[in-house]
């Protein structure tokens, strides 16, 4: 398995509250990427990484920021979370050039009630 | 508007059948196509990844085509068996090839 992890796996949260979900990779591979997985839509992306403090939003991205300061982490912060982020976060992470595979952690289960 | 559709959200068949997979989409001009596998409570896992100039990839019992012309991918596994049942999901790479756009999934059981 590639070397990625997510923390916390499981959060309870209230509405209002400001959460952040880490991920963390040994690889050191260049992308690195936050997806929502919600019942009918799918995964979805929030924000990506293409280097250290460059980052980029997804089709997804109002309510969330990241943050990369380090090759090996990134980070999803929801500054107040509200119920409709409810969902499994999943982190990736891609070597770059042209191998385009992604990698993708365990998951983070977040409740907002 | 952009869409990936993947042909049903199960799909259920006979051990030692060969099972189908059908990704279709509109308003995209992928570069690339992947398919992944996660299984429930786990992340996706990569399995295949072909390229806009080819049209078939194999990978054991594994073959996906690729046919921009019609905006498909076929995704089959052949011999199938339980150990196959999860959800596949097919993948575009858009945006510079930098991400992705994932289909919502067909769940495949596979019934002994």
């Known amino acids: 398995d590639a070397g990625i992890t997510q923390s916390p796996r499981h959060k309870v949260t209230e509405t209002g509250t400001p959460v952040t979900l880490r991920c963390h990779q040994t690889?050191?591979?260049?992308?690195m990427y936050w997806y929502r997985q919600d019942p009918g839509h799918g995964l979805r992306l929030i924000h990506y990484s293409y280097g250290v403090k460059d980052t980029d939003k997804g089709e997804v991205s109002d309510g969330y920021s990241v943050s990369r300061s380090k090759t090996e982490d990134f980070l999803l912060t929801l500054e107040s979370a509200t119920s409709s982020q409810t969902s499994v976060y999943f982190c990736a992470i891609r070597s770059g050039g042209t191998s385009y595979e992604q990698y993708f952690g365990p998951g983070t289960r977040l409740t907002v009630t | 508007s952009q869409k990936i559709e993947q042909n049903s959200e199960a799909l259920n068949i006979q051990e030692g059948k060969t099972a189908t997979l059908t990704c279709n989409y509109t308003?995209?001009?992928?570069?690339?196509l992947q398919w992944y596998r996660q299984d429930p409570g786990r992340g996706p896992v990569f399995l295949l990844l072909?390229?806009?100039?080819?049209k078939e990839k194999r990978k054991e019992r594994l073959k996906v085509t690729f046919d921009t012309t019609l905006k498909q991918s076929l995704f089959h596994i052949t011999a199938s068996q339980p150990a196959d049942s999860a959800t596949y999901l097919c993948?575009?790479?858009?945006?510079?090839?930098?991400?992705?756009?994932f289909g919502t999934g067909t769940k495949l059981q596979v019934i002994p």
């Open positions: 308003n995209y001009s992928p570069a690339y």
């Open positions: 072909i390229r806009e100039n080819e």
């Open positions: 993948a575009l790479g858009v945006g510079g090839y930098q991400k992705v756009t």
């Open positions: 690889e050191n591979h260049r992308y």
